[in-house]
């Protein structure tokens, strides 16, 4: 447990240090990956297959490998 | 280009179209020529086999005549009867000249049967004597009567009539022949038509030798070896090559028969053939029709041209006036029901949607502003 958590705050840091819009490329992470970013909270319970799209989606929106 | 966006598909939908259309006129014209210029060859073939038959009924008819002047005329009446055959010429001789330049070519008397051969021939005075056999000749001496017809004979194939000359007690003392070369008809027929024509022999009904014969008389060239199984005995071209025919002429059927449309460089032709029958009904030649549809053809791909044209332009400025619709009337509002739906997603939940209109996609915006406002009171 905490796996996509630990995702989402690392995608929060990118963003952050980005200086891109931060609500649209969460959006478009939550667009590609089917889950609200912001939804995410640490009791939330770990899916293999949730993690691996969510790692996709910040792939293909922010270029980064989590 | 996104090949799954709505935009993607219906632009190739309409250039599906766009194809379709065009290829739609293609075929369309394609049938089309193919139909006319079937219909051509025909009224081509239908016209010839007329103009013939009115051109043979006229010679005939002018034969008639002219055998009518004789068989009243008591000194050549006479003089056949009494079988003077110098005063009979010098008689007739003075005549032939007139009717030579009016076509007629052939004029002979014939002595009665049984032996029915050659008295006088006006076309050839000093041979005589020797005995036609033909089939006309045997129907003269059986019915007594007026004998019309088309004959193949040694002189040529030519339009004939023969009929018994009576002396002043009613006795037959012999028969006038008159003929006329089938020939000449074609370049009759070309001078109303404009068509080409060819006049075919089939080589069953003509002899080798006095073919090479009367080729050299008239300085032609030999053409025995040119077709299988007929001669060109006369054309209005100056070549042969446009007179292709691989059947055999006594299977034509009567009503005559539509060939193949054929291009020669920049000219298009239709060509059809029709059988010539001699007296006795047999099929000895044929008639080759050639008509040049090469004025029709290009009208036909100026209009197939002209309607492409006119399909593509339509058709772009559709497609056009249909993307446009669609783009400010769905895409554009789309992208910015998904740009605002995007940025609510990621969290900035004040974004709103405006309303643009009360159409399908106005509603939407109104339902999604209201899911929206639902989701922040949920928050």
Same mark, same amino acid.
């Given at each position: 447990m905490g796996q996509l958590y630990d995702l989402r705050v690392k995608i929060e840091e990118k963003i952050k240090h980005s200086g891109l819009d931060a609500a649209e490329v969460r959006g478009k992470i939550g667009l590609r990956s089917g889950r609200l970013i912001a939804f995410i909270s640490p009791t939330t319970p770990d899916d293999p297959a949730a993690v691996a799209k969510l790692k996709q989606a910040a792939k293909d929106v922010l270029n980064i490998s989590l | 280009m996104k090949w799954n966006s709505i935009r993607t598909k219906v632009l190739v939908a309409l250039a599906a179209c766009l194809l379709v259309g065009v290829c739609g006129i293609l075929t369309l014209m394609h049938y089309s020529f193919e139909r006319n210029s079937q219909v051509m060859a025909a009224e081509s073939v239908t016209g010839a086999q007329k103009l013939f038959a009115i051109l043979e009924a006229r010679e005939i008819s002018k034969m008639t005549a002219v *055998?009518?002047?004789l068989i009243v005329n008591p000194?050549? &009446?006479?003089?056949?009867?009494a079988k003077d055959r110098s005063r009979l010429l010098e008689l007739t001789a003075p005549l032939y000249p007139k009717l030579k330049s009016e076509g007629i070519t052939n004029w002979m008397f014939h002595t009665p049967e049984p032996d029915m051969t050659v008295f006088l021939r006006l076309h050839n005075p000093p041979k005589f004597g020797d005995r036609l056999n033909r089939f006309m000749d045997k129907e003269a001496a059986r019915t007594h009567a007026i004998v019309v017809g088309n004959e193949l004979a040694r002189a040529g194939f030519a339009v004939r009539i023969l009929r018994p000359f009576y002396d002043s007690h009613g006795a037959v003392t012999g028969y006038v022949e008159f003929g006329e070369e089938l020939g000449q008809f074609i370049h009759a027929?070309? *001078?109303? $038509?404009?068509?080409e024509y060819g006049l075919l022999l089939s080589k069953k009904f003509v002899d080798r030798q006095f073919w090479a014969d009367s080729n050299a008389v008239w300085k032609r060239r030999d +053409?025995? +070896?040119? +077709?299988? *199984?007929?001669?060109?005995?006369?054309? $209005?071209?100056a070549t042969d090559s446009i007179i292709q025919f691989q059947g055999d002429l006594a299977a034509v059927p009567s009503q005559g028969k539509v060939l193949e449309r054929f291009r020669?460089? *920049?000219?298009?032709?239709?060509r059809g053939i029709f059988p010539i029958r001699d007296a006795a009904g047999n099929i000895v030649g044929a008639m080759f029709v050639v008509r040049d549809i090469s004025g029709f053809y290009l009208a036909m791909r100026h209009t197939q041209t002209v309607l492409v044209l006119l399909t593509v332009g339509a058709l772009g400025l559709g497609t056009f006036l249909v993307l446009s619709l669609l783009n400010r009337l769905?895409? &554009? &509002?789309?992208? &910015?029901?998904?740009?605002v739906a995007t940025r609510v997603v990621g969290g900035d939940y004040e974004s709103e949607i405006q309303v643009t209109s009360n159409d399908e996609v106005g509603r939407f915006e109104q339902l999604f502003e209201q899911f929206r406002l639902v989701f922040v009171e949920l928050r």
């Open positions: - | *055998s009518e002047l000194p050549i &009446r006479d003089a056949f009867a027929m070309k *001078s109303q $038509t404009g068509d +053409n025995w +070896n040119d +077709n299988p *199984s007929f001669v060109v005995a006369d054309k $209005t071209t020669d460089g *920049s000219f298009v032709f239709v769905v895409f &554009r &509002r789309l992208e &910015r029901i998904i740009v």
